[in-house]
Every structure is written in structure tokens, then in C-alpha cells.
């Protein structure tokens, strides 16, 4: 069979279009195989970094300034906050938001107690019963006694310290006051300023303190506790009235009964 003319030229540039593309497939495969080779050893080799390449003549200078420079910048900022907490601290400086939510402070004073006034005791003195003691006792109130006042006339005789009937009779009717407290007795012998000389009672004295004696020694018989019972004479020291007129002298010839809160 004669081929025709053109027809070798298309045959031999199909060849060599199928040798450039059998070389294209092997260089790619190649290419593969290599690809993969090197991305098998890149996992296996440890990764090399480039070698650090010292700054410029120079450089350093330009980092160490800028990290002072930023130290600076830190130590602004702490020396700010730290001068905020101390106005805070010392009352200078408020904050908003601390005055709005902050309770007020309120000072409670102690209350103050009165001091109690002692409850007032009754007095036993007051209370005496004295409706049954007739005319011939006089009784004194006083602001810390009672006194009771007798007549030397109704219970001795004249210059004597011996209790006459009368005189027992009148202070029969004193025992039942004198015993309803504990209080002291004194009881009290006055006479007028006119001396007596004898040889029982040289003076006034003597009489009057023997008159007081003589009530005690009563008061004693009768149950009256030795411990509160005094005597005393006070001669004509105490008068009641002048001792110029008879009147005056019969008021100052007295016994008195003294009970003493």
C-alpha cells in the first residue's frame, strides 16, 4: 500500500507528540517520587533554624532604651494608683461610687443613768401611839427626837430623887411607847438655878443626876433593855424659862425622856 504523501509527517509528529507526553508522565512521576522523598526526610531531620543574625553595630542600644522606656512608662502608672490610695486612705480624695454606697456613721451615746434615790423608810417615831399618855406628859417633836417632858412637881417630891406614887403612875403610862422601838433613851434631869445643900445632893448636880437615875433604874424593872436607856443631870444649865418668878422656876424642875432616831 503507497502511503500518501502528508501522511508520514502527521504519523511522525504524533510520535513525537506521544514521546513528549510519555516524558511529561515521567517527569511528573519523578517529580512525585522527589516531592514525596523530601517530605519524608523534612519529617525525619530535625527543623534548622536560620542562624541568628546579631543586630546592627547600634541596635542593642536602640532595645535597651526602649525597654527602660517602657519600665518608665510602668513605673508612672504605679507611682498614680498608689498616690490615689493614699488621698483615699488619709480622707483627702472620695470616690463617687464609695460616697454612694457608704452608711453613714451615726454615734450612739451610753444612756445615761440616773442615780436612784434611796425609797424613803418610814420612821418608827411617827408612828408612836401616844393618845393614852393624858395631860401630865408633854410630848416634843423634834427633827431627829421625841421628846417626852414631865414635871418634876408630879413625880418626886421637893428636893428628892425617890419617885412618888404619882410618878410611878405616870410612867406606867410611857412603857407602852417606849417599847414599841428600839431606839435610844436618854433621859434627862434639869433643875431651877435655886442651890440646895445637903448632905445626900450638895448642889443641883447631884440632884438632878440622881433624879435621872431614878428613872432608869424604873425603866429597867419594866423591861426596858439596859443598852438603850442614858441618864444624864444637867443641873440649871437648860432652863426652859427664867428663873426669876416661881412660874419659871416650877417649868425648868423637869424630867425629860428622850427618844432618839
Known amino acids: 500500500m503507497t502511503d500518501l504523501p502528508g501522511d508520514g509527517d502527521d504519523r511522525a509528529r504524533s510520535v513525537q507528540l506521544e514521546k513528549q507526553l510519555h516524558l511529561t508522565e515521567l517527569e511528573l512521576q519523578r517529580a512525585r517520587r522527589e516531592g514525596a522523598v ?4 523534612a519529617r525525619r531531620q530535625p527543623v534548622i533554624h536560620e542562624a541568628f ?3 546592627e553595630e547600634g541596635g542593642w542600644l536602640t532595645v535597651y532604651l526602649d525597654v527602660l522606656t517602657l519600665l518608665l512608662v510602668m513605673l508612672v502608672v504605679m507611682l498614680t494608683f498608689a ?4 488621698d483615699n486612705s488619709s480622707g483627702g480624695v472620695q470616690v463617687d461610687t464609695l460616697s454612694e454606697t457608704a452608711a453613714p456613721v451615726q ?3 451610753p444612756p445615761i443613768t440616773q442615780p436612784v434615790a434611796p425609797a424613803p423608810t418610814s420612821d418608827p417615831l411617827s408612828g408612836l401611839d401616844t393618845s393614852a399618855l393624858g395631860d ?3 410630848v416634843i417633836y423634834n427633827d431627829q427626837s421625841v421628846s417626852f417632858r414631865i414635871s418634876s412637881e408630879i413625880i418626886f417630891a421637893p428636893a428628892e430623887a425617890e419617885l412618888s406614887l404619882d410618878g410611878l403612875l405616870v410612867l406606867r403610862k410611857l412603857l ?3 417599847r414599841q422601838g428600839e431606839h435610844r433613851i436618854t433621859i434627862a434631869g434639869h433643875t431651877d438655878s435655886l442651890p440646895i445643900r445637903s448632905l445626900r445632893y450638895p448642889s443641883n448636880w447631884e440632884l438632878s443626876g440622881a433624879r435621872a437615875g431614878s428613872v432608869v433604874r424604873y425603866l429597867e424593872a419594866n423591861g426596858i433593855a439596859s443598852q438603850r436607856l442614858v441618864a444624864v443631870g444637867y443641873a440649871d444649865t437648860q432652863p426652859l424659862q ?9 417649868a425648868n424642875r423637869r424630867v425629860e425622856l428622850i427618844l432618839e432616831k
Open 83 to 86: 498616690g490615689s490610695v493614699r
Open 242 to 250: 427664867g428663873n426669876d418668878t416661881a412660874t419659871g422656876r416650877a
Open 176 to 178: 407602852p411607847v417606849l
Open 136 to 138: 401630865d406628859i408633854e
Open 107 to 109: 454615734i450612739v451615746s
Open 53 to 55: 543574625e546579631p543586630p
Open 38 to 41: 523530601a517530605a519524608h526526610r
